[in-house]
């Protein structure tokens, strides 16, 4: 089922799914709404956080513009890579 994230206040089902992009969160007045994020992402990289960051700027600021949070995931991911975090994802039967 995924794991259930609160942003602002919202909910979101956590998934992790075959995908050709790397992440899609889903739009904030869609019923039973997930974030979704590409089975295909490697475990620890900057690419993973960074999608992960991306989707979750989505989810708290859906009326702001794809460049800009593209650019805002970029540099904190960036950020938080240079000071150690990564992560790994989990088996989607774990979440």
């Not at 979101?12 to 790397?22: G, Q, S, Y």
């Not at 904190?76 to 774990?94: F, H, M, T």
């Amino acid at each position: 089922m995924g794991k259930r994230i609160n942003l602002r206040g919202r909910f979101w089902r956590w998934r992790i799914k075959k995908m050709e992009h790397p992440g899609e969160c889903q739009a904030p007045w869609v019923r039973k709404k997930k974030i979704l994020i590409s089975d295909a992402l490697k475990p620890g990289s900057l690419l993973l956080l960074d999608t992960v960051v991306h989707e979750c700027l989505h989810g708290c600021m859906w009326d702001v513009s794809e460049e800009a949070v593209r650019e805002s995931a970029t540099s904190i991911s960036k950020v938080l890579y240079d000071l150690g975090a990564r992560i790994e994802l989990p088996n989607q039967d774990d979440i």
